[in-house]
């Protein structure tokens, strides 16, 4: 469920996690989970298809998105450009950002964008999750883009686990020597909240993580 609080914003719960008020409510999950697939999908693969473009940095106006989505889908004839905001805004992991009357994914792009994006105080290691399979040649080789534009690092072991449990139920863990891939002159962007991403990770940026307490 997705609410609005007139003190601290929107939030995906019964009641404020700050101030426990009931809220504005603003949509159900059916409603929330689908409009977030949605956005996703114009955003980061087929705008196209919406009769939309992004610009060359990812982003499309909100008026306009409002309006595609509401002549594809008959059902959310009530869609306001506040309602794509409070997904933006609400989402735990980042996915999107909003500017003025704009709002773009911030990764996971198939299309092709020039994403603009931070690149300071980036962690000094970072983790990509592997199949068992694959991180024999992945550590040999080094990290490139698969099906998306860039390369996608996880703030932290437990995020990159969780990314790659979609794949795998017991990925294996390489930590990205980010400081020094960064002191060579690798370009590491922060995108969501969890989220860094990079053109490629060279070989020798990359070990094999090792949680604290694992057995030799």
């Known amino acids: ?7 601290h914003g929107y939030f995906r719960a019964e009641s404020c996690p700050v101030c426990n008020a009931s809220g504005r409510f603003l949509m159900n999950d059916r409603e929330l989970d689908h409009l977030g697939r949605v956005m996703t999908g114009i955003l980061r693969h087929f705008p196209e298809k919406y009769g ?6 990812g982003w499309i106006e909100l008026p306009r998105l409002v309006q595609a989505i509401q002549g594809h889908h008959r059902g959310y004839h009530w869609l306001r450009t506040h309602h794509l905001v409070a997904i933006a805004e609400s989402d735990a992991k980042g996915r999107y950002e909003v500017k003025d009357d704009r709002v773009r994914a911030t990764y996971g792009h198939t299309v092709e964008v020039d994403l603009d994006l931070p690149t300071e105080n980036i962690p000094d290691e970072l983790f990509f999750p592997v199949t068992p399979e694959e991180a024999a040649i992945v550590l040999e080789v080094g990290l490139k883009p698969s099906d998306r534009r860039k390369v996608h690092l996880s ?7 969780a990314a790659g449990a979609v794949r795998t139920p017991e990925p294996v863990i390489l930590e990205v020597d980010a400081r020094r891939a960064r002191a060579d002159g690798i370009v590491i962007m922060q995108a969501g ?13 990359l070990k094999r993580h090792e949680a604290p307490g694992a057995p030799d």
């Open 52 to 57: 939309l473009t992004v610009d060359a940095h």
């Open 193 to 205: 909240k969890t989220v860094f991403l990079t053109d490629q990770v060279p070989h020798d940026y």
């Open 1 to 7: 469920m997705l609410k609005e609080c007139a003190q």
């Open 155 to 161: 703030r932290t072991a437990a995020d990159a686990r």
